[in-house]
């Protein structure tokens, strides 16, 4: 699991790793009223202060491809010399071709992943050893293993009708290890084929059969511009989010794109945001994320750079358990780096050990009668009552 290569260099230049966007709101003036119905969505939505990742609204599309309508991804196979595919390329394929179907559900239709596959090894011209993804690979060397892997390519396929690319080494280049996305710098030349520029690529490393096909739609994620949510630092890396949001723990028991992060994508439309942007009180029926239409999020801003957000969760399927239903409230700063915590889930349950088989969200979901208050920022969060899909709340902020 990784951010952007192009992040390694933002790191050494005193910023933090990954991928994303900017955009300008003002706080609005605290005034006392009783509630907010005048309010707009726009009220609620936080500017970008990082200058390369965060969790500002909106995002600089020069730089990271528009997260709407459908991607056309080539996935190539790529070999070594010291490093050489045995069998074909279809149990690669399989482990990573779900993510389509996952991203189309997860955006209520609006982003789909059209994957094809070049059914064929490609071999590279330099031993997987090479490359540097033992050292942690620098923007430049990913930069070059992405040229290599395309220009071998070039012979079979015509670069110019994708959107990004997959490149997916052999099973036994073990020194491939890990899976950066590469972000492209406008400023270059780059990596061209046909007659067109290949800005987003992710190239995949071993983990990719520890994690599964969502670790495609987490790096994926990297090119429509959201930050890492597990921590650079530490030895709790899933310390912010648990298993909540995929950017975090992608093996946790319920990951998906936090309702925030769908409303920064045009997923979930202004009209689906309750905003309470200054002092003031009221209530809300939230829609479970996992179903379309409804209000989706309700968010209180609490700052220039900062909200709390409160969405109901209602797993479905394989993921479906007592830790990953409820009301998740979590604080977004999108003054704060990617692996740094720019969003932090708030714990529910905070005195309870979590249900077996769902210890990565042990910090758990609040519940009918439960509040959540914050005395620095005065915002109290009450869940009235719940019902299979929808949870009522009070939100106040004094």
């Not at 192009?6 to 005193?14: H, P």
């Not at 071998?152 to 950066?180: G, L």
């Not at 949001?245 to 925030?260: E, K, R, V």
């Not at 009301?327 to 349950?349: A, E, F, H, R």
Request: hydrophobic letters at 35%; proline letters at 6%.
């Amino acid at each position: 699991m990784s951010g952007s290569v192009k992040s390694l260099r933002a790191l050494a230049a005193g910023a933090a790793a990954t991928a994303f966007l900017s955009l300008t709101a003002v706080a609005p003036t605290a005034t006392a009223a009783p509630a907010h119905s005048a309010a707009t969505a726009t009220d609620c939505a936080l500017p970008g202060r990082t200058g390369w990742t965060d969790e500002g609204h909106a995002t600089d599309y020069t730089r990271f491809q528009r997260p709407l309508g459908t991607k056309h991804v080539l996935m190539l196979f790529v070999d070594f010399p010291d490093a050489q595919a045995s069998g074909s390329t279809s149990a690669s394929y399989r482990e990573l071709a779900p993510a389509g179907d996952w991203m189309e559900r997860d955006s209520y239709g609006r982003t789909s992943l059209d994957i094809t596959p070049l059914t064929r090894w490609i071999r590279m011209p330099q031993e997987s050893t090479s490359y540097g993804f033992q050292r942690g690979i620098t923007f430049e060397q990913h930069e070059a293993y992405v040229r290599q892997a395309v220009a071998a390519a070039d012979p079979y396929v015509d670069f110019s009708r994708y959107d990004m690319v997959y490149i997916v080494p052999a099973k036994s280049a073990s020194a491939i290890s890990f899976s950066p996305t590469y972000l492209y710098d406008p400023t270059t030349a780059g990596v061209t084929a046909d007659g067109s520029r290949v800005k987003w690529a992710v190239t995949f490393g071993q983990d990719m059969w520890h994690w599964g096909f969502k670790v495609a739609d987490h790096e994926t994620s990297h090119t429509f511009g959201l930050p890492d949510l597990y921590a650079f630092t530490g030895t709790d890396y899933h310390r912010f989010v648990r298993g909540w949001d995929l950017m975090g723990n992608i093996a946790g028991a319920a990951p998906q794109h936090l309702g925030w992060e769908r409303w920064k994508f045009g997923w979930i439309d202004d009209s689906q945001v309750a905003c309470l942007p200054s002092t003031g009180s009221r209530t809300v029926l939230l829609k479970a994320v996992e179903s379309p239409g409804g209000t989706k999020i309700a968010v209180i801003r609490t700052g220039e750079t900062t909200a709390y957000v409160a969405e109901s969760r209602r797993a479905v399927g394989a993921d479906s358990n007592a830790c990953s239903t409820g009301v998740l409230i979590y604080k977004v700063d999108s003054s704060t780096q990617t692996g740094y915590g720019p969003v932090q889930v708030m714990n529910g349950n905070p005195d309870t050990t979590p249900p077996s088989g769902c210890q990565s969200l042990d910090m758990a979901a609040f519940h009918t009668g439960q509040s959540f208050t914050d005395p620095g920022t005065g915002v109290r969060i009450d869940v009235d009552d719940s019902s299979p899909l929808h949870d009522r709340i009070t939100l106040t902020k004094q």
